[in-house]
């Protein structure tokens, strides 16, 4: 077996690569939307907030058989790496995904990591080949999609005007793209509060978000060519950030958009600002980018208050996923 690190600028490793993940999504999450070398090479670039990913091509007797994935953080959870494992279709139960998965363990141990996670859609054949290999599932995720056509204009204007009556005391703002430098601190004091999200039985540690990591994330989103939205919610006494929520729409398949965080600060629940902050999103979409056609979103199952939410708002749910977790 052959296992090779692929460069973002290695346009042909980079369609091989696409090429796997394009048969695993077709056998596994046809729902899901398609994977272009161009958006592969993107984020195998940029990241999600530009925190180290290494992609690796794997190769037997001259056939591409599997890509993997090695995530560490650097800005928190130092003790944990975080893996990717797919298979093609064809080339399955033959030992290459538990040889992949041997590589990948050999390396966080290299690396001093005393924890290790890996994910899947919820199904029986992954979830025992993470049994096998001393994996626990230890989180439950939904994946939903908006179909923005389908969304009820009179609800989401009921919800909306309800939402803006229990929330007086709070002014929205809109904005694309990067946040200005003198708002980065409260910022990123807002961006915490998603550490209040659910983990279940995952164990990992609080996020650390300092101002550089929201610039960091910003620009890995511009570089991979997706355009930031974000609401915020300030408090009108005190000017308190006190929620916000942030959809991306892809630069190179605009009609495409993926949900980012939504949180509402502790000390400002209650005042239905989840559902002010969400709703002002899809009408602001419908005015500035009214090509976007589709929103996904991810949630842990146990997440009643945000699933509430986005039910409300014509979620549907595309598939169950499964993260798995264990020590090293
Ligand atoms: C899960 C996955 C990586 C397994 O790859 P693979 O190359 O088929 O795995 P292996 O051949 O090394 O399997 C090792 C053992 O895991 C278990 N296993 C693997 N796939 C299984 C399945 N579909 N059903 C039941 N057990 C399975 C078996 O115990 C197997 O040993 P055996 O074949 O001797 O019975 C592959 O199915 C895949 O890519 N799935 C989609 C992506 C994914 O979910 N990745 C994350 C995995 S946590």
């Known amino acids: 077996m052959d296992i090779q690190q692929v460069s973002w600028d290695d346009a042909e490793a980079v369609r091989r690569t696409t090429e796997i993940n394009e048969a695993v999504r077709l056998f596994e999450q046809p729902w899901s939307h398609p994977y272009l070398a161009e958006t592969t090479a993107l984020s195998m670039r940029y990241g ?16 591409d058989v599997a890509v993997a994935q090695y995530e560490t953080a650097t800005y928190d959870n130092h003790h ?57 599932r230890k989180q439950v995720s939904v994946n939903r999609r908006q179909r923005l056509a389908k969304v009820d204009r009179a609800t989401l204007d009921r919800l909306h005007d309800e939402a803006l ?18 708002e980065l601190p409260a910022l990123a004091k807002l961006t915490e509060a998603i550490n209040d999200a659910p983990l279940d039985d995952l164990e990992i540690d609080d996020e650390a978000y300092p101002p550089e990591r929201i610039v960091a ?51 400002h629940r209650g005042h239905r600002l989840g559902v002010l902050l969400k709703t002002d999103m899809v009408r602001w979409l419908a005015e500035t980018q009214p090509q976007v056609e589709t929103i996904d979103t991810w949630n842990a199952e146990s997440n009643d208050h945000m699933i509430g939410v986005n039910e409300a708002l014509g979620y549907e749910i595309l598939s169950r996923a499964y993260a798995y977790q264990r020590s090293l």
């Open 80 to 136: 944990i790496a975080w893996f990717g494992v797919d298979v093609h279709p064809e080339h399955r139960r033959n030992g290459h995904g538990s040889a992949v998965l041997a590589f990948l363990l050999e390396r966080a141990r290299k690396d001093g990591k005393t924890s290790v996670g890996m994910d899947s859609w919820a199904m029986s054949g992954p979830e025992a080949f993470a049994a096998r290999h001393g994996f626990e």
């Open 48 to 63: 999600w907030d530009g925190e180290p990913t290494d992609h690796y091509l794997v190769t037997v007797d001259g056939t």
């Open 217 to 267: 994330y910003e620009s890995a989103q511009a570089g991979q060519g997706h355009v930031l939205h974000r609401v915020y919610a300030r408090h009108r006494g005190t000017g308190e950030l006190a929620g916000h929520t942030v959809v991306a729409v892809e630069g190179l398949r605009p009609s495409i958009a993926h949900q980012h965080d939504t949180s509402v600060v502790r000390s």
């Open 165 to 182: 009556a229990a929330a007086a005391d709070y002014e929205l703002v809109r904005r694309v793209g990067a946040t200005p430098e003198a």
